[in-house]
Nanobody, 124 residues
Framework: QVQLVESGGGLVQPGGSLRLSCAAS????????MAWYRQAPGKQRELVAA???????NYADSVKGRFTISRDNAKNTVYLQMNSLKPEDTAIYYC??????????????????WGQGTQVTVSS
């Protein structure tokens, strides 16, 4: 069983940067996919970025070129570097992990392990 704890959220002005961290209680090297999701008030939870154990990364179109996901298996931590933040990035950000092979990283149900979320607010 892997437990995930996010940190690094907060209030930032438009154009600013934040780095989110997701620390796992167990090894993430066995996790096939690690991802960041977000959920804004009144909206569905959406995939922001995903990183596979093979090293590939994928991003939502809305964050491409601004956000970077990385995973450090030695530290059992996944990061989300967020630059050029916009008000529409405001949401609760969740870390997720999947140990399921042959699953679609784009599907929310792929992920069996979730963190409690961290609030990101982009406002002047």
């Amino acid at each position: 069983q892997v437990q995930l704890v996010e940190s690094g959220g907060g209030l930032v002005q438009p154009g600013g940067s934040l780095r989110l961290s997701c620390a796992a209680s167990g090894s993430i090297s066995s996790m096939i996919d690690m991802a960041w999701y977000r959920q804004a008030p009144g909206k569905q939870r959406e995939l922001v970025a995903a990183a596979t154990s093979g090293g590939s990364t994928n991003y939502a179109d809305s964050v491409k070129g601004r956000f970077t996901i990385s995973r450090d298996n030695a530290k059992n931590t996944v990061y989300l570097q967020m630059n050029s933040l916009k008000p529409e990035d405001t949401a609760i950000y969740y870390c997720a992990a999947s140990d399921s092979r042959n699953s679609d990283y784009r599907k929310l149900l792929t992920y069996a392990y979730w963190g409690q979320g961290t609030q990101v607010t982009v406002s002047s």
